[in-house]
């Protein structure tokens, strides 16, 4: 676990001692929430990109793990990219060989 700040240890001491209660949002702050929700979730544009056929399969296969479709996979891959939230987890699935290496190497 990554260690904490000073700012993050006063936090971490407070909540412990139950120094925090709980607070109902107003109905302003519900509406914000909302609105930000629906704004972030909204696929409004479509792409086409073309991918190698082992790409795409490995894909797939990472989707099934994680148990939701390959194309909401592919799309909260790359909103996790952008957004600067994209933690790479070691996959259960065996990595394959691509074979580009070799062939660069060898030619």
Known sequence: MKK???YEENLLAAYEKGEFKSTSPTKADLTKFKAAATATF??????????SS????DIQARALEEGIPYQ???ASVL???VSGR??????RLTTRSTGRADKRRSG
């Open 4 to 6: 904490l700040d000073d």
């Open 42 to 51: 909204i696929k409004d544009r479509r792409i086409n990109i073309r991918l």
């Open 54 to 57: 082992p790409d795409l399969m």
């Open 72 to 74: 909401t996979f592919i």
């Open 79 to 81: 909103h996790k990219y």
């Open 86 to 91: 994209l933690i790479e987890k070691p996959s």
